[in-house]
């Protein structure tokens, strides 16, 4: 099982990326799939959710900024990030759960938390400049 991130990049202030993740080796469309990001000496904090039913989970941050989406048919996840901050600079990882529905009644809080993913890719590093 796999998840492998891509589309990261730098950017200036206010830019836009796109980032990427296909996932392989386990049944994508039951899982819930996430980004997390970890800033150079913080701790890994989570971004954005996708359940397998669609409904969604953004943290307060990067609320109106950026926008997660889900193709089940091409197993991949992606993240759409708008105006973009210095503060978004960080490492960011795809992450999948183990695909049982339990995912489905995860709460925001739960969404976002590390604990309840199993499977995370190598990270794709974002870099937001002057």
């Known amino acids: 099982e796999q998840v492998a991130e891509s589309g990261g990049g730098s950017v200036q202030i206010g830019g836009s990326l796109r980032l990427s993740c296909v996932a392989s080796?386990?049944?994508?469309?039951?899982?819930?799939v996430a980004w997390f990001r970890q800033p150079p000496g913080k701790e890994r904090e989570g971004v954005a959710a996708i359940r397998s039913v669609g409904s969604v989970s953004y943290a307060t941050s990067v609320k109106g900024r950026f926008t997660i989406s889900r193709d089940n048919a091409k197993n991949t996840l992606y993240l759409q990030m708008n105006s973009l901050k210095p503060e978004d600079t960080a490492m960011y990882y795809c992450a999948a759960t183990a695909g049982d529905s339990r995912q489905i009644r995860l709460t925001d809080l739960q969404a976002l938390g590390v604990q309840e993913y199993t499977f995370w890719g190598q990270g794709t590093q974002v870099t937001v400049s002057t």
């Open positions: 080796g386990f049944t994508y469309s039951a899982a819930c």
